[in-house]
């Protein structure tokens, strides 16, 4: 059964640019409440505080926190703060969308220092078991419930690797994995869990990969669709799968790439 999406609440980490901006501001112009978590500096917060004010205009709450989603403290405070804000219709969308990883290789080379075991073991808390922790404590609050949708943000870095990609890339496979035993666990309280691979998208993330210039260009190149992938097309992905009331679209990775995998 397709359904409306007015008045219900979604919750986005990594709201504050990118795809999860993107997606906020979309699920605002669909009647969605957005709670937003996003960890930055004063810029991104003028950025963060703008967007927050922009979605309210359109006649939805917006509620944007800074803070580090992938620290159980934050966990701990604003769980409750959520129930509070989202009441009896708990949290109908959960986006995880957090980039902030380590991009070193795994072994040093021209004087630099190879992968550290900190730094792995960050980048995978950070980029996919946080996923599994928000949600445990979401589900433990009572604020997932039947109908609700969880996206994890995957990418073509899952199978595909460069020299400095590496800690990224095992984050991706981690997350993955996670939402298939996610889909598994939650299947039965009708709760779909997906993680949606995005093409090459010109984000924050992106530009910090040093090997990001010729990523653009090949995507852009290879594409069928002659572009790259945008923010806002991910953003109509999750509003139009969210639609549904199912639960049997679930455990999958969903391409929103305009199919650059089959030529990239």
């Not at 008045?7 to 699920?27: D, N, Q, V």
């Not at 220092?113 to 599994?132: C, E, I």
């Not at 097309?233 to 639609?243: F, G, I, K, N, P």
């Amino acid at each position: 059964m397709i359904a409306s999406l007015e008045g219900s609440w979604a919750l986005i980490l990594g709201a504050s640019s990118g795809m999860g901006l993107a997606t906020a501001r979309e699920l605002g112009r669909a009647g969605v409440n957005v709670v937003g978590v996003h960890f930055d500096t004063a810029e991104g917060q003028e950025k963060a505080a703008v967007a927050q004010e922009e979605i309210r205009s359109g006649g939805v709450q917006a509620h944007f926190f800074n803070a580090n989603a992938a620290s159980p403290r934050t966990r701990d405070e604003l769980v409750p703060r959520i129930a509070e804000l989202t009441g009896e219709k708990g949290v109908r969308i959960l986006m995880h969308s957090l980039a902030f990883g380590t991009l070193v290789p795994f072994l040093p080379a021209d004087d630099t220092p190879g992968l550290t075991s900190r730094q792995m073991t960050m980048t995978l808390d950070v980029m996919a078991h946080s996923l599994v922790y928000w949600t445990q404590d979401l589900f433990g609050a009572g604020l997932l419930r039947k109908g609700a949708k969880i996206y994890a943000m995957t990418s073509a870095g899952d199978v595909k690797v460069t020299a400095n990609y590496g800690a990224v890339s095992a984050a991706k496979c981690a997350l993955e994995s996670h939402v298939r035993q996610l889909a598994l666990e939650l299947a039965p309280t009708g709760i779909a869990v997906n993680a949606l691979r995005a093409g090459v998208t010109v984000t924050p993330s992106l530009e910090r990969i040093p090997e990001s210039e010729r990523l653009i260009a090949y995507a852009a190149d290879t594409n069928p669709h002659r572009r790259l992938t945008r923010p806002e097309d991910v953003a109509e992905a999750v509003v139009l799968l969210s639609r549904t009331e199912s639960s049997w679209i679930t455990g999958n990775v969903i391409g929103v790439d305009g199919g650059e995998i089959l030529t990239g």
